[in-house]
């Protein structure tokens, strides 16, 4: 089943991410997709991550799809406008993406390209609007056109005590699919989660809730300034050598949480063997619901 069919049915799904190289070796990139691909039902492929140069998303996914893989591009509103962004959606369909994640992306102020300019031509929601209407036929002009591209549409949400009128209001604008931010503590999640559910989103969109592995303290703390809500509990764990066990835990409890559509799994410096465990641990605890 594609992903485009699984997360319609609100079949479950797992997701996994690759970073593209800093460098042109297109042969490294197919050899981590092909390991990625053995357990992920779509794998996720950055853009411009830290404000930094590497291969573009879109070269990185066709790489994906030539080892077997089905991407998800990302797509960043910092460095197109409106014309390269929707270019490049329609070009992501004809290399076999599967879907399109519009996010922000990382201020250049923080990178190491400091003095570069940033476009901001749209807002991560106007580029959702955005691919809607191209898969709708509508060029940003509203020119009609054939050969739509057909993508779902993604967002990100940060599992947090924030309210969700954010994330409702990018699924009203057409987002058919949700990426979380890394949950690395259950209480927080559980809150988030009701009141999603309370909203109705999971009936317009599948939650995808993201986890990765703290391999140690420092590392668990560094997920914090990703954004993330990181229990005190889950670093100590992390300190003690116990992120591999935490992250199980966490998956098995979201995986049988009844609405929940899928992980993604954050691979970072994570051993690829505990990656495809966790998808393993995640599928079975989904289909114990």
């Not at 570069?116 to 020119?143: F, H, Q, T, Y």
């Not at 559509?261 to 619901?289: F, K, M, N, W």
């Amino acid at each position: 089943m594609s992903f485009q069919q699984a997360i319609r049915d609100r079949r479950f799904v797992v997701t996994s991410e690759l970073v593209p190289p800093r460098g042109a070796d297109a042969a490294a990139c197919r050899a981590r997709a092909e390991v990625l691909a053995t357990f992920a039902d779509a794998i996720n492929v950055t853009d411009g991550a830290g404000a930094a140069v590497r291969m573009s998303a879109l070269a990185a996914a066709a790489l994906v799809t030539q080892s077997g893989g089905a991407p998800i591009v990302q797509m960043t509103t910092r460095d197109r406008n409106r014309i390269a962004l929707a270019a490049d959606v329609i070009g992501a369909a004809a290399i076999g993406a599967v879907g399109v994640l519009p996010l922000f992306g990382d201020p250049v102020a923080g990178g190491e390209n400091a003095d570069a300019r940033e476009v901001r031509d749209l807002d991560p929601v106007g580029l959702i609007r955005l691919i809607k209407d191209l898969n709708d036929g509508r060029m940003p002009s509203g020119v009609a056109y054939e050969g739509t591209p057909g993508l779902p549409i993604g967002t990100a949400a940060n599992p947090s005590g924030a309210p969700v009128s954010g994330l409702v209001a990018k699924v009203e604008a057409g987002a058919t699919f949700i990426q979380t931010q890394m949950v690395l503590d259950l209480d927080t999640f559980n809150d988030w989660f009701t009141r999603v559910l309370g909203s109705g989103i999971h009936d317009q969109a599948a939650v995808i809730v993201g986890i990765a592995v703290p391999g140690s303290a420092a590392a668990a703390e560094r997920f914090r300034t990703f954004g993330a809500t990181v229990s005190d509990e889950v670093v100590r764990r992390a300190g003690a050598g116990d992120g591999v066990a935490v992250a199980t835990e966490i998956v098995r409890a979201v995986a049988g949480t009844a609405g929940v559509a899928g992980v993604h799994l954050y691979p970072l410096a994570t051993r690829v063997e505990d990656i495809a465990a966790l998808a393993r641990v995640a599928r079975q605890a989904a289909a114990s619901r």
